[in-house]
């Protein structure tokens, strides 16, 4: 149940960002931050540092785009929400109570908590939190050098199929279900007690699987036909085979 509260408002701003604004997603968000926070409080339970963060960040980068800059693109919200949770997760640490301690001290006993190793595991957590949010901004900057000419290329090609905005749509409609789908799928695993060293090989198995599968039906229906021309392309020239010459005409 912890988890799946945890994740709920990231869950739902994907989702939303299917069907919404940004801003209408980030406000969402912030508004089930809040919730989560109103729930733990009934509960008897402590405000979490990471619900806190969470609701500062959506609000912040939600006004952000309502009021100052309308203009910022989906991939700039997205990066400045997870530039914005890294501070929060590595500001934890700073002042000397790692968010993840709050989730682990309502979970085990007081003889738990008075363990050394105890303060040490949730710093090592939520360090990996840290490193999680390094690392997922640094691919969202070095995935616009791809998504960008990407992009421009399905606009390019897309209006012979469907239409140049109707091809990015789609696009961006796969990507979103695709993260709601592996988010949902990540907090069952977690939830229902596998590793999570095991989920994460399960879902880069998976990845690189359908990948490899792409990439072998493209190069059978390739081989099978010319593809060129769906994406308005110039056809490959078919290899003719030599005529023969005239019988009994040497050189």
């Known amino acids: 149940m912890t988890i799946l509260l945890i994740l709920a408002p990231y869950g739902a701003f994907a989702f939303l960002m299917l069907v919404a604004s940004p801003a209408v997603s980030l406000l969402t968000a912030a508004a089930i931050c809040l919730a989560v926070i109103a729930y733990d409080f009934a509960g008897g339970r402590s405000i979490k540092i990471l619900g806190v963060g969470s609701v500062l960040v959506f609000a912040a980068v939600g006004i952000q785009v309502e009021f100052i800059d309308t203009s910022l693109s989906v991939s700039a919200v997205k990066f400045a929400v997870d530039a914005g949770m890294f501070l929060v997760t590595l500001g934890s ?112 198995l998976f990845v690189s699987g359908t990948m490899g599968l792409v990439m072998l039906r493209h190069r059978r229906n390739h081989a099978e036909s010319d593809l060129l021309h769906l994406i308005g392309g110039d056809p490959q020239p078919k290899a003719q085979a030599a005529k023969p010459g005239p019988i009994g005409h040497g050189d």
Not at 98 to 123: C, H, M, W
Not at 140 to 148: H, I, P
């Open 93 to 204: 640490i700073a002042i000397g109570k790692p968010f993840s301690l709050q989730y682990a001290l309502e979970v085990v006993d007081a003889e738990t908590a008075k363990l050394p190793g105890f303060i040490r595991a949730n710093y090592t957590i939520t360090w990996a939190w840290v490193l999680a949010m390094v690392l997922m901004i640094a691919i969202g900057a070095c995935a616009g050098f791809f998504v960008v000419p990407m992009n421009a290329l399905l606009q390019h090609r897309g209006h012979v199929l469907m239409g140049a905005g109707h091809s990015i749509a789609v696009q961006n409609f796969n990507e979103n279900i695709g993260i709601l789908v592996m988010v949902g799928l990540y907090g069952y695993m977690v939830t229902s007690g596998m590793r999570v060293e095991t989920a994460i090989l399960v879902f880069g």
